[in-house]
Nanobody, 125 residues
C-alpha cells in the first residue's frame, strides 16, 4: 500500500509561485503514473496535471494551467513536484497528489489507486 504525502501549500499573492511536493512511501511508486487534482468546497475534484511512466515521461495539463504549471518527478527521491507560476485567485483549492498502477495516467479521479491528504493553496488578489 503506497502512502502519499503532499507539502508546499500556503498563502501567496496573485502572480506569485509555489512548488508542491508529493513524496511516496514505497519505491514501487516509480512505476506509477502520478497526477495532481484540486478541489474547492462543493465541487468535484478537478484534474490539474499528470506525468506518466509507461511509454516515457509524458506530461499533460488542464487547459486552465497550461503554460503556468509544470509537473516533474524525481524517482530517486520518490517525489513528484508541481511548480505553479503566475498563480491566480481561481487556483485557490486543496491540491491532491494521486498515483495509479498502470503507469498510463488519466484525467479521471476514479482511475487512481492512491491519494494523499491534500495541501491547501490560497491565492489572494
Amino acid at each position: 500500500q503506497v502512502q502519499l504525502a503532499e507539502s508546499g501549500g500556503g498563502l501567496v499573492q496573485a502572480g506569485g509561485s509555489l512548488r508542491l511536493s508529493c513524496v511516496a512511501s514505497e519505491h514501487t511508486f516509480t512505476n506509477y503514473a502520478v497526477s495532481w487534482f484540486r478541489q474547492t468546497p462543493g465541487k468535484e475534484r478537478e484534474f490539474v496535471a499528470a506525468i506518466t511512466w509507461r511509454g516515457g515521461r509524458i506530461t499533460y495539463y488542464a487547459d486552465s494551467v497550461k503554460g503556468r504549471f509544470t509537473i516533474s518527478r524525481d524517482n530517486a527521491r520518490r517525489t513528484v513536484y508541481l511548480q505553479m507560476n503566475m498563480l491566480k485567485p481561481e487556483d485557490t483549492a486543496v491540491y491532491y497528489c494521486c498515483a495509479e498502477e498502470s503507469g498510463l495516467g488519466s484525467q479521471r479521479a476514479s482511475e487512481y489507486d492512491y491519494w494523499g491528504q491534500g495541501t491547501q493553496v490560497t491565492v489572494s488578489s
